[in-house]
């Protein structure tokens, strides 16, 4: 659910340049590298000659408002909210508290080492 949230409310920019007719670069989220046509007008400042060289700019944008409160939905989708948190609850049970008997047991102080004593050993 957060991951459908975070998606729907994402937004990015597609940048594309073209040099005439073609397109020479795409770039999500930063600007698209200019062609070398462009850069050496730039250095020779040709203002004057007009730029075959083009950009363009696709915003997509995601939702900028998300539900506030419950009371903004209608009844099916509030019947529907209520219902599947209701089951959704209902599904796990909690168990029954476990009682340990052995919790405060202490075992007996180990003086000798009884299978050494009768020497009795796995084989």
Known sequence: MALLVLFST???TI???????????????AG?????????ELALQKITKKHCCKDEVD????QDELIKS????????QLFITS????YHNLFESLP??????????PPKLI????????????
């Open 97 to 106: 508290k476990q009682t340990v008997p052995h919790k405060d047991y202490a």
């Open 10 to 12: 994402v937004s990015f």
């Open 70 to 77: 419950f009371n903004d939905l209608d009844f099916e989708q």
């Open 84 to 87: 599947f948190v209701y089951t």
């Open 32 to 40: 698209a590298e200019k062609c070398a046509m462009e850069t050496q």
């Open 59 to 62: 915003v997509i944008k995601g």
């Open 15 to 29: 940048e594309k340049h073209y040099c005439g007719d073609v397109l020479v670069d795409v770039a999500l989220f």
């Open 112 to 123: 000798t080492d009884i299978l050494i004593l009768d020497q009795v050993f796995l084989i």
